[in-house]
């Protein structure tokens, strides 16, 4: 158990629907990165906020969106969804960035229908 | 241009033997970060050993260790003593330092089955 949690475990939605992705990372840890898997991709850097304040941004879709509230935990907004969306998305976790070892949470498996 | 290699889709070892996973990696960036993760058939990502640019020496942690060949561009995972419970997806990552961006980069990965 990497400490990272993440919920919903499995998501089952429809084409045009939005979902919301929630991660919570590891006591203590600030940074919060989300990832992509899906089997043409591969594993894809999505986004990465530190401390409440996007730091960096990878390859997300302009329908999807994320922030981290003064909790820590993370959210990954995700709208408008199409058939190509269905992936396991990761959130991932670092004590604060660029030199730590990012943990990962168990995934959501999102499939859109 | 793809930073991560991995050359080998799929491969199989003896339980108790020894299995070498390559990884090859392309960076202009002096300072990078190489990390070996394990992701099961369960889905979870498992970090198992992380290899600095200017590490001396090789990594290793229990049964796993990396064979850093910096001007080879190289960072094999070998795994000791194969395990059942080793059958699994790997995943060579790098992240560059230099950047602003905090990012892994990942190779396609090489799943390994243990054969009994």
């Known amino acids: 158990d990497s400490g990272v949690t993440q919920t919903p475990k499995h998501l089952i939605t429809a084409t045009g629907q939005r979902v919301t992705l929630r991660c919570s990372p590891r006591?203590?840890?600030?940074?919060v990165y989300w990832y992509q898997q899906s089997l043409d991709q591969g594993l894809q850097f999505l986004i990465q906020?530190?401390?409440?304040?996007?730091?960096a941004k990878g390859n997300i879709l302009e329908r999807f969106s994320a922030q981290q509230f003064p909790d820590l935990h993370s959210e990954l907004n995700l709208s408008s969804l199409e058939l190509g969306d269905s992936a396991l998305y990761f959130c991932?976790?670092?004590?604060?960035?660029?030199?730590?070892?990012?943990?990962f949470g168990p995934g959501t498996r999102l499939t859109v229908l | 241009a793809q930073k991560i290699t991995q050359t080998q889709p799929g491969m199989f070892v003896q339980e108790k033997e020894a299995v070498t996973l390559d990884c090859t990696y392309d960076?202009?960036?002096?300072?990078?970060?190489l990390f070996w993760y394990k992701q099961p058939s369960s889905g979870e990502m498992i970090f198992l050993i992380y290899q600095g640019s200017y590490d001396q020496q090789n990594a290793t942690e229990g049964r796993y260790s990396l064979n850093f060949q910096k001007a080879r561009k190289s960072a094999n995972l070998v795994i000791s003593a194969s395990q059942l419970g080793d059958s699994a997806m790997y995943f060579c990552?790098?992240?560059?330092?230099?950047?602003?961006?905090?990012?892994?980069?990942f190779g396609a990965g090489t799943t390994v089955t243990v054969r009994a």
């Open positions: 960076t202009s960036d002096p300072s990078y970060g």
């Open positions: 006591s203590g840890d600030l940074s």
């Open positions: 906020y530190y401390n409440g304040e996007e730091r």
């Open positions: 991932a976790s670092s004590v604060a960035g660029i030199t730590d070892t990012q943990y």
């Open positions: 990552a790098m992240r560059e330092l230099s950047s602003n961006d905090y990012k892994l980069s």
